[in-house]
């Protein structure tokens, strides 16, 4: 495909050119099991020597015509899909930082990546370091260790909605050698594509933004081929050093630019297995055809109800990047000129009863664990996902005990607005 494509192109047609005859849509190849001629060319396939298909829990055409499009979308040299956000999170860090190792994140990411790092990791005897995001570059620079691996944060926040300065982070990482990793769920590449600012890897929790429809669980590990591995090699000995689970084959001197998403795919994939069905990679791929005009739609819907709410007396606060005089608007102009995304936090006035009366009168929007897809969604992280935290455990975690996540779905923001409007003054009266 040619290069320099605009996004929206891409969203449409990266990752699958068709031949003649063949299928228009990326077809779905609902195989387990692939068939070879000769026991040479599967013995090959098992030593990495040719690349092709064999069991679709290490690869499968489907999910890597999708990987494709995911990739060209980030500006990567390769990226590949996994069974869910989770997973690629785990993954992504895995892949490089082993028990003894160490990792510093932001604070202020979503509290399920939260725990897999600060307490499934820890279990796997990976420690982690929760930093504030704002914090100057000096004093996140005292977080780092010899045996520190990479440095993890989220474009925007959830649920606090709050943009991360790349560039800063990308400097800090890259200053004591190892990769920045960015989780770009909300922003997706339509509204920031992280390997610009300096990021290295991107990971994605395509269930959201990219799928769009609410039906399919999975997640993305997107490589920039830009960190160099071997100029660190001491770090990162599962890249640099021979595998002996693949015949002392050494990733970085086989694979290059692309030794690290063929590392977590042939290693990683093959012992844990999360790999993402080639159903839900075909609903992912119908997903990110639309992801343009969708996402275009879901930041102008969000601006119109962040205004709205702005403005209501009955407010307490409200977290929007794209409102002035936002504590994250500056940097929103920088990283996210063309909106952030549909999703934003605010807060009535009267406290957690107020929030919950506020909620159950809604009748349009709905009490939802999910976010970023085409219903308009609402959660109250204290009463919800958080709920065995105290007050002050939420606030450590960067959450107002009042907060409230609204996802604004692709209905009309004038209907949005309307049952918002009905369902405060229900719960004031």
């Known amino acids: 495909m040619a290069q320099n494509l605009h ?15 063949e299928s228009r849509q990326i077809p779905i190849i609902q195989s387990t099991t692939f068939r070879y001629e000769t026991s040479d060319q599967m013995g090959r396939l098992f030593d990495l020597e040719d690349s092709g298909y064999f069991y ?4 499968n055409p489907t999910n890597d015509h999708v990987a494709a499009r995911i990739a060209a979308l980030e500006g990567g040299v390769a990226a590949m899909l996994t069974s869910s956000g989770q997973a690629a999170n785990f993954f ?16 202020n990411i979503y509290g399920g990546t939260f725990n897999l790092l600060g307490t499934s990791l820890r279990k796997l005897g990976i420690d982690v370091t929760f930093i504030n995001p704002d914090a100057s570059e000096e004093e996140i620079a005292t977080a780092f260790r010899p045996e520190t691996k990479l440095l993890f944060g989220e474009t925007i926040s959830n649920p606090g909605v709050e943009v991360l300065d790349i560039e800063k982070f990308a400097r800090i990482a890259h200053a004591h050698g190892v990769p920045l990793i960015i989780d770009n769920t909300f922003a997706t590449p339509v509204h920031c594509r992280p390997f610009e600012w300096g990021a290295d890897i991107v990971t994605h929790s395509t269930t959201k933004y990219m799928d769009g429809h609410g039906v399919a669980v999975g997640g993305a590990i997107v490589d ?37 998403i063929t590392k977590a795919t042939a290693q990683l994939m093959r012992d844990y297995g999360s790999i993402q069905s080639p159903q839900n990679a075909f609903y992912l791929g119908l997903g990110l055809q639309t992801l343009h005009v969708r996402l275009e739609r879901h930041t102008k819907s969000a601006q119109k109800v962040a205004e709205f709410l702005q403005a209501h007396p009955a407010v307490a606060w409200i977290h ?26 605010f807060a009535l ?41 105290t007050d002050e455990q939420l606030r450590a975690a960067g959450i107002a005990p009042d907060l409230m996540r609204l996802s604004v779905g692709l209905e009309d923001p004038e209907d949005i ?13």
């Open 7 to 21: 996004i929206g192109t891409l969203c449409v047609q990266a990752g699958y050119q068709p031949g003649k005859g």
């Open 56 to 59: 679709t829990r290490l690869q």
């Open 92 to 107: 992504a860090c895995v892949n490089i930082c082993e028990a003894g190792g160490h990792i510093i994140a932001a604070g």
């Open 224 to 260: 920039s081929g830009n960190f160099d591995w071997d100029a660190h090699a001491d770090k990162f000995p599962g890249l640099t050093t021979p595998d002996p689970s693949y015949h002392g084959l050494t990733y970085t001197k086989s694979f290059g630019k692309l030794a690290y």
């Open 320 to 345: 929007y990047p794209g409102l002035p005089g936002d504590s994250e608007h500056e940097k929103a102009c920088k990283y996210l000129p063309d909106g952030s995304c549909g999703v934003l936090a």
């Open 349 to 389: 006035k009267g406290g957690r009863a107020v929030d919950n009366k506020f909620m159950d009168s809604l009748k349009l929007v709905t009490i939802e664990t999910h976010v970023a897809d085409c219903y308009t969604c609402i959660l109250h992280p204290a009463s919800h996902t958080h709920r065995q935290l």
């Open 417 to 429: 607005i309307a049952d918002l409007d009905q369902a405060i003054k229900e719960a004031l009266a």
